[in-house]
């Protein structure tokens, strides 16, 4: 048993702060009032620190997806007051398997010697219930890798019976444990996907009450478009929906007016309706997303291939971009040396400019390594994050940080990043501090720093077993 005493109590809902004391009893929150005579094994004075519900990050990228299996502590997640992690919603998931390997995520240069002991999503599901998982854990079934396996990145509209085929892996893992649906369809390979197919995804979803992530069909080219088809969707199908990474890492003055009119369109659509905003000072990005639009196109093979086409070479450094303070964080296992290194210290060691030497990483790597790139919240971020159909992803510190500059009230942003995630995900009793609900919380100062997680009434310092969602 756990008392916590002396706490200003956010409870995560929106609700004002108050003042109060919580009991912990095994892995939930067995009560809250006043108890300064409670006796306790463990007893904590928060001395007047805020005791928020454990925050929730609705983005764990696909290229860091299989680190809950090689850093099952997750200790650094941990230490900034996240409780719940989710992959999945770019697209690409670790389950269900088709044909049992990683193959799918090769893009991101993850280790190809994890042990790999499922295919289904109740397989992976029973794998995590054996692992000591430092956080709770949680996945969107990948659209875009089970077509890809199923149909192969170069091939065109599946047939009847592979959509079929596909549709019942989907719905297969999310009757076993998976969250959602997600699709992609700004990718090489999801660009190709018709809006029937989609349609027939979301009323999937709808159908078992789970929602649709979708990120939007080239949204930076045609903003207004492919709004509008996310919101013929929602309308048609009843689902659920996120639009993941609304707002483009780069908005011209051009496409600002678009970009607000589709934003208008798509948070006055209804309650069921949500936009991610990335709130990120870090973008992982796989480095085949940053060949010109021309060259995504077939399989990572094929844009590989392209790189050598005689030519091609003056077409595709015109196209890339310039990219400031980037360093690699994913590479092949033979070019391992290379993470950590900046693009800026790679070019000057090749004696490169800098577009040539993000197109030799790119021939080196085989298009099989992950970038950082660093960004900063823009005036849009402040704005966007007040609305009330706005889910934020991020590191809780950047997140504070643009509420802050957005004069978002502290029980608004912490409501954000833990009972608003909650409510739309369907994560039973998680994401605010009621009795009955899961003891995920933490400890914060008046500077937004966490200086104590509990994880399922398991104090961060002292490991434990947490819960696959």
């Not at 790999?116 to 996945?139: A, C, K, P, Y």
């Not at 699709?183 to 989609?198: F, K, P």
């Not at 693009?343 to 030497?357: G, I, Q, S, V, Y």
Request: contains cysteine; charged residues 25%.
């Amino acid at each position: 048993m756990i008392v916590i005493r002396n706490a200003k109590i956010i409870d995560g809902t929106g609700a004002p702060e108050r003042h109060g004391d919580v009991l912990i009893s095994g892995k939930s929150i067995s009560a809250i009032g006043n108890f300064p005579h409670k006796k306790a094994e463990t007893v904590i004075e928060a001395l007047g620190y805020r005791l928020v519900p454990g925050f929730i990050g609705i983005r764990m990228e696909t290229g860091l997806a299989t680190d809950i299996l090689t850093d099952q502590r997750q200790a650094a997640v941990r230490a900034n007051g996240v409780t719940t992690l989710i992959s999945g919603t770019d697209g690409t998931s670790l389950a269900p398997l088709i044909g049992g390997s990683l193959e799918i995520l090769r893009k991101w240069a993850l280790p190809a010697a994890l042990n790999i002991n499922w295919h289904s999503m109740d397989e992976f599901q029973r794998t995590l219930s054996t692992l000591t998982l430092g956080v709770n854990f949680g996945t969107f079934v990948g659209y875009n890798g089970i077509r890809r396996a199923i149909i192969h990145e170069n091939a065109g509209d599946p047939t009847d019976k592979e959509l079929d085929a596909i549709l019942h892996i989907a719905e297969d893992a999310m009757y076993e444990g998976a969250l959602g649906i997600a699709i992609n369809l700004d990718t090489a390979h999801g660009r190709r996907i018709s809006h029937e197919e989609v349609r027939r995804v979301a009323k999937a979803c709808a159908g078992v009450k789970k929602p649709l992530a979708l990120r939007l069909r080239a949204p930076t080219e045609h903003f207004m478009e492919a709004a509008g088809e996310a919101l013929a969707l929602y309308r048609t199908t009843g689902v659920r929906m996120i639009v993941t990474d609304f707002l483009p890492q780069t908005l011209v003055k051009a496409q600002e007016k678009d970009f607000r009119l589709a934003y208008e369109m798509l948070v006055g659509a209804g309650d069921g309706l949500y936009l991610e905003l990335r709130c990120d000072t870090d973008r992982l990005v796989p480095i085949y997303e940053l060949l010109p639009r021309f060259a995504q196109t077939g399989s990572l093979e094929t844009m590989y291939a392209l790189l050598h086409e005689p030519g091609m070479r003056k077409k595709l450094l015109a196209g890339l971009p310039r990219l400031e303070g980037a360093r690699i964080v994913r590479a092949p296992w033979e070019e391992r040396a290379l993470v950590g290194t900046t693009l800026e210290a790679f070019a000057h060691n090749r004696e490169m400019t800098a577009k040539e030497a993000l197109l030799e990483l790119m021939r080196i790597t085989k298009l099989r390594a992950t970038v950082c790139i660093p960004q900063s919240p823009t005036p849009l971020h402040a704005e966007l994050i007040k609305n009330d159909r706005v889910l934020v992803s991020g590191s809780p510190q950047s997140i504070f940080k643009i509420a802050d500059d957005a004069r978002l009230p502290i029980e608004t942003a912490v409501m954000k990043l833990a009972g608003l995630p909650a409510s739309v995900l369907g994560l039973s009793k998680r994401g605010i501090i009621v009795e009955n609900y899961a003891a995920d919380i933490a400890l914060m100062n008046d500077k937004n720093e966490i200086t104590r997680t509990i994880v399922n009434g398991t104090i961060n310092d002292t490991g434990g077993v947490c819960s696959n969602l």
